[in-house]
């Protein structure tokens, strides 16, 4: 009799352990970044099971990796427990090509980047229109758009640089006033730039012009929709200015060691 019973407690105490110690906490490891397989690996050793509920596409990423889980890492959990997951896709959804021809650079580069397209090179040509797309390249073709191409595709922009193909020969504008200056500027298809006065200079409209950027010189021509900047002074300014360069100039002429 006192053998069986102590037959009957030792089966019950060690049975209470193997149950007791059967479903434990484990905790949930960081399957961050993992493939499949490795999450399998991963998983099994620690006596948890997986089931991918979701997938999505994220450029950049590597395909079929782990991009989120629940119950998260760190989590204590019951040995068995499945661990949901977020995978990336293995293929890229499809998406139609924006229409981004005669719109701003800036605006190009955010519709790409909302359709989960990557902006490529930007090449400037030689037209009026500064920072204007005038053509979307795929793959170095040009893409219409409506066409369906994988989330992720990089398009290249080729875009306006302001200025233009055509060219002008460059006016010279020293000596005259501004107001007329600004006048041939605008005559010429050029853009004035930066308006520089001088401390004599108390109204811009009867100035003078005594410098201009690019400088002058006979033949120079510039493209359409360049910029010119002017330097400008009071008018009776204007000749002290001139007097100044003339003797400059003589001074240089008379130099025994200016060079040939």
Same mark, same amino acid.
């Given at each position: 009799?006192?053998?069986?019973?102590?037959?009957?407690?030792?089966?019950?105490? +060690?049975?209470?352990?193997?149950?007791?110690?059967?479903?434990?906490?484990?905790?949930?490891?960081?399957?961050?970044?993992?493939?499949?397989?490795?999450?399998?690996?991963?998983?099994?050793?620690?006596?948890?099971?997986?089931?991918?509920?979701?997938?999505?596409?994220?450029?950049?990423?590597?395909?079929?990796?782990?991009?989120?889980?629940?119950?998260?890492?760190?989590?204590?959990?019951?040995?068995?427990?499945?661990?949901?997951?977020?995978?990336? /896709?293995?293929? /890229?959804?499809?998406?139609?090509?924006?229409?981004?021809?005669?719109?701003?650079?800036?605006?190009?580069?955010?519709?790409?980047?909302?359709?989960?397209?990557?902006?490529?090179?930007?090449?400037?040509?030689?037209?009026?229109?500064?920072?204007?797309?005038?053509?979307?390249?795929?793959?170095?073709?040009?893409?219409?758009?409506?066409?369906?191409?994988?989330?992720?595709?990089?398009?290249?922009?080729? *875009?306006?640089?302001?200025?233009? !193909?055509? %060219?002008?020969?460059?006016?010279?504008?020293?000596?005259?006033?501004?107001?007329?200056?600004?006048?041939?500027? %605008?005559?010429?298809?050029?853009?004035?730039?930066?308006?520089?006065?001088? %401390?004599?200079?108390?109204?811009?409209?009867?100035? *003078?012009?005594?410098?201009?950027?690019?400088?002058?010189?006979?033949?120079?021509?510039?493209?359409?929709?360049?910029?010119?900047?002017? +330097?400008?002074?009071?008018?009776?300014?204007?000749?002290?200015?001139?007097?100044?360069?003339?003797?400059?100039?003589?001074?240089?002429? !008379?130099?025994?060691?200016?060079?040939?």
């Amino acid at each position: 009799m006192i053998i069986t019973l102590l037959l009957a407690f030792c089966i019950l105490y +060690f049975g209470l352990q193997m149950y007791t110690r059967h479903g434990e906490e484990v905790t949930v490891p960081d399957l961050a970044d993992m493939s499949i397989k490795q999450v399998e690996q991963k998983l099994s050793s620690n006596n948890l099971k997986y089931k991918v509920t979701d997938s999505t596409f994220v450029v950049g990423r590597k395909p079929g990796i782990v991009l989120g889980q629940y119950p998260k890492a760190n989590h204590k959990v019951k040995e068995g427990r499945k661990i949901f997951l977020t995978v990336n /896709a293995v293929e /890229a959804p499809r998406v139609k090509m924006p229409e981004l021809i005669d719109k701003s650079l800036r605006y190009a580069q955010m519709q790409l980047k909302n359709m989960g397209l990557i902006v490529g090179e930007i090449t400037k040509k030689p037209d009026l229109a500064k920072d204007a797309v005038l053509q979307q390249e795929f793959n170095g073709t040009a893409i219409e758009a409506g066409t369906e191409i994988f989330k992720g595709s990089t398009i290249d922009l080729i *875009v306006g640089d302001g200025l233009g !193909s055509t %060219q002008f020969q460059m006016p010279d504008l020293k000596g005259i006033p501004f107001v007329q200056g600004k006048f041939n500027i %605008q005559a010429s298809s050029l853009r004035l730039g930066a308006v520089i006065a001088d %401390q004599t200079v108390v109204d811009t409209a009867s100035s *003078v012009i005594y410098r201009q950027s690019p400088e002058f010189y006979p033949g120079r021509l510039v493209n359409i929709g360049q910029t010119i900047d002017v +330097f400008i002074t009071h008018p009776e300014n204007f000749q002290k200015i001139l007097e100044a360069e003339m003797k400059l100039e003589e001074e240089e002429e !008379s130099n025994p060691y200016k060079p040939n």
